[in-house]
Antibody
Framework: EVQLLESGGGLVQPGGSLRLSCAAS????????MSWVRQAPGKGLEWVSA????????YYADSVKGRFTISRDNSKNALYLQMNSLSAEDTAVYYC??????????????WGQGTLVTVSS | QSALTQPASVSGSPGQSITISCTGT?????????VSWYQHHPGKAPKLMIY???NRPSGVSNRFSGSKSGNTASLTISGLQAEDEADYYC???????????FGGGTKLTVL
């Protein structure tokens, strides 16, 4: 059974940093691209970042480019999102999501339950 | 503003059918058969319901179906049930980004 469990969310001050983790189980992580998707309060879903199975390619939304870094450790079955220079606009529930073998199809077939990030002073 | 346009809300009675539209451009919905639909019950993990316009993952009820015409994709739910009440999001490949794009979401109310 595929399971994705996010952690690392919390309250952080504007300008601060946070590192999210996603523990994956039930599949071979290195085979699949992985993504982070967020949902701000009262808003829809926003695709934040994605990374190829090997970790050699990473992609970012313009809204987080230069501030967020996605990474993965396939040996630990883990996905990460390092978030720096956080602002109130980054307040959201962050979801870890598994892609299919072909990233180009942009399909997210399994999702975690999310971790809440609140940026506030 | 979301890249794909969905109605904010739709509603239907149990047993009825409803359709949710998702309108994009030739750079996304209209140009590629990589449209997905997700069901999201607040507080829970989103769930993939339809991929590649009209394919259902294993375990998804055949009451859910997808289609596309031009720049508009559609999700149809037949035989509405109370548990179908949720938010629904479309998503698509887009040539304008290395990431996918989502619609703004549609809240389905089962009356």
């Amino acid at each position: 059974e595929v399971q994705l469990l996010e952690s690392g969310g919390g309250l952080v001050q504007p300008g601060g940093s946070l590192r999210l983790s996603c523990a994956a189980s039930g599949f071979t992580l290195s085979t699949y691209a992985m993504s982070w998707v967020r949902q701000a309060p009262g808003k829809g879903l926003e695709w934040v970042s994605a990374i190829s199975g090997s970790g050699s390619s990473a992609y970012y939304a313009d809204s987080v480019k230069g501030r967020f870094t996605i990474s993965r450790d396939n040996s630990k079955n883990a996905l990460y999102l390092q978030m720096n220079s956080l602002s109130a606009e980054d307040t959201a529930v962050y979801y870890c999501a598994k892609g299919t073998v072909t990233y180009a199809k942009r399909i997210l077939d399994y999702w975690g339950q999310g971790t809440l990030v609140t940026v506030s002073s | 503003q979301s890249a794909l346009t969905q109605p904010a809300s739709v509603s239907g009675s149990p047993g009825q059918s409803i359709t949710i539209s998702c309108t994009g451009t030739t750079s996304d919905v209209g140009g590629y058969n990589y449209v997905s639909w997700y069901q999201h019950h607040p507080g829970k993990a989103p769930k993939l319901m339809i991929y590649e316009v009209s394919n259902r993952p294993s375990g998804v009820s055949n009451r859910f179906s997808g289609s596309k015409s031009g720049n508009t994709a559609s999700l149809t739910i037949s035989g509405l049930q109370a548990e179908d009440e949720a938010d629904y999001y479309c998503s698509s490949y887009t040539s304008s980004s290395t990431l996918g794009v989502f619609g703004g979401g549609t809240k389905l109310t089962v009356l």
